[in-house]
């Protein structure tokens, strides 16, 4: 019984090294390790190779840093697993904060696109691009499950320099987006828009209207009170000594 998992695992091993492809060496024999060394010159085209091979280069005595393919495939999925679990996790948390002010930022973003002189984003276009993004990392991910369990390794190896830059468009492109969270976000994004946008009349968008009505009110509300603690601090340098002078004169 304390042998079972041991036997589990050569069962694992023995199963993964059966799918393995013939050594580019051509001797025969399929590859069983790998070299882990990101800089080492002699497999930077190919980091597989055989039992024979093994012996060889053991021989020269070389540096490289070896490993079993099963220890590949543990390696890669602990680095797949996060970024699967990152994707998913902001994908649906934006499109629920998206979908929720949905009617408003197609709208707002309308005008923008009419106006010269954004300063904001357009949320839309990228959350449209953010949806196709979304696909096609679903699609990168069942040919990844796919060669998951065939392990078929120089194919996960190859798949390996995609998955750094799906990351890489993720943090670029779409991570800005987690933004909608916040209430202020989209009237903030969309102030220079704000003052020109139609009013919808249509009576089905209703609710739509109350949004655009009382994202003017608020726009309305801050340019008074810029206006006015302008004219506060022109008052208090200049004019309020001299206006100070003449009332003394008076007294
Ligand atoms: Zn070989
Ligand atoms: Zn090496």
Redesign the pocket.
């Known amino acids: 019984m304390v042998d079972k998992p041991l036997n589990l695992k050569s069962t694992l091993s023995n199963k993964i090294q059966e799918q393995q492809a013939p050594c580019s060496c051509g001797r025969g024999e399929q590859v069983r390790y790998y070299?882990a060394?990101d800089t080492?010159p002699?497999?930077r085209d190919d980091?597989f190779f055989c039992d024979d091979c093994f012996s060889d280069?053991m021989m020269k005595r070389?540096p490289?840093?070896f490993l079993q393919i099963p220890h590949l495939l543990e390696d890669l999925k602990g680095k797949w697993m996060p970024l699967i679990e990152k994707e998913g996790h902001l994908y649906a948390q934006v499109s629920g904060w998206y979908n929720s002010q949905k009617e408003v930022i197609e709208w707002l973003e309308r005008q923008a696109e009419r106006q010269a002189g954004v300063s904001g984003r357009f949320i839309r276009k990228d959350m449209l691009s953010f949806d196709q993004f979304h696909e096609e990392f679903r699609h990168q991910i069942s040919q990844y499950e796919e060669h998951i369990q065939t392990f078929n390794a120089p194919r996960l190896m190859a798949l390996n320099q995609k998955r750094i830059q799906l990351n890489e468009v993720i943090d670029r492109d779409y991570q800005y987006l987690t933004e909608l969270g916040k209430p202020e976000y989209v009237f903030d994004n969309y102030k220079s828009c704000i003052q020109n946008c139609p009013i919808p009349t249509d009576p089905e968008q209703a609710s739509l209207r109350e949004s655009v009505l009382s994202m003017k009110v608020k726009l309305g509300k801050s340019n008074i009170e810029k206006a006015s603690s302008m004219v506060r601090r022109q008052y208090t340098s200049e004019e309020l000594i001299e206006e100070m002078n003449n009332l003394k004169h008076i007294v």
């Open positions: 070299c060394q080492c002699a497999h980091i280069l070389e490289h840093f």
